[in-house]
């Protein structure tokens, strides 16, 4: 069992219904609408309530951002790689993030919530060399992580050269990028690769890429933080893709102008 603390992380957890919960723990000094809803959604799923001391939550949570919310949970299961091999049920074209060794809890969970509201279909991460998902990177995923399907390798260069075999695109995002991010086409299937805080990819990771890409700066710094520069290029991805899909919209007619009389 492990522990999940923050009012998004534990109500998405609940709502998501893949982990077992033992019991949620409340602070007794906290009594408003958002704990209600984490109140309701325990009741809804049949899981055990005690209240304590926001003292004891913090000891137990080893941090005072717990929000007066804790949950003692089953770990988490994460997927293979072969769970992301099948195409999407609904013929539209795979969009896979994976991370190369993003050391920051912080930006792990920012980009996994970047993920999912972009409609990231998988996400690929290597456990050794990058931060664990855990209760920190859970909670700065908003409780997104929930949701992901997110598959545990231990080689990403095999990984990725394994979905290159499945018809997937393998694009790197790099400042040393020889193609704008906007100027590249990414509604196919492909898989988005981002690396490290400050180093970037590794050398066989940006060699395994079929194209770098790159964020044009404007201003003194050379690039983003990883997390913001994820946001970027996922969000332009999602929405090459919906103008892909969107119908064709017509011009609303003109009214036809009045037509004045003889003599008028």
Request: one cysteine or more; aromatic letters at 4%.
């Amino acid at each position: 069992m492990e522990i999940l603390y923050g009012l998004h992380a534990v109500e998405e957890a609940l709502r998501a219904g893949r982990r077992r919960f033992d019991h949620v723990i409340v602070a007794r000094e906290r009594n408003d609408d958002r704990l209600e809803r984490v109140l309701e959604a325990c009741r809804a799923a049949g899981v055990r309530v005690r209240s304590e001391s926001r003292d004891q939550l913090t000891q137990m949570a080893k941090t005072a951002a717990h929000q007066g919310v804790v949950a003692l949970v089953r770990a988490q299961e994460f997927l293979t790689l072969e769970d992301l091999y099948e195409p999407n049920a609904d013929g539209t074209a795979r969009l896979v993030l994976a991370l190369d060794g993003v050391e920051d809890p912080q930006n792990l969970g920012a980009l996994l919530r970047v993920a999912d509201g972009a409609g990231v279909d998988g996400v690929v991460w290597t456990e050794r060399r990058s931060a664990p998902l855990s209760p920190v990177a859970v909670k700065a995923s908003a409780g997104a992580a929930e949701h992901l399907r997110i598959a545990r390798v231990v080689n990403l260069v095999r990984s990725l050269e394994e979905l290159k075999e499945r018809n997937m695109w393998i694009i790197g995002l790099d400042e040393r990028g020889t193609t704008d991010y906007d100027r590249f086409d990414l509604t196919g299937d492909l898989v988005l690769v981002l690396g490290r805080e400050g180093a970037g990819l590794h050398d066989l990771v940006k060699r395994t890429c079929d194209h770098l890409l790159r964020i044009p700066m404007a201003g003194g710094v050379s690039s983003l933080n990883v997390s913001a520069a994820g946001a970027v290029v996922l969000y332009e991805a999602a929405r090459q893709r919906r103008a892909k899909m969107a119908p064709a919209v017509a011009p609303a007619a003109s009214k036809p102008k009045k037509q004045k009389g003889l003599g008028s």
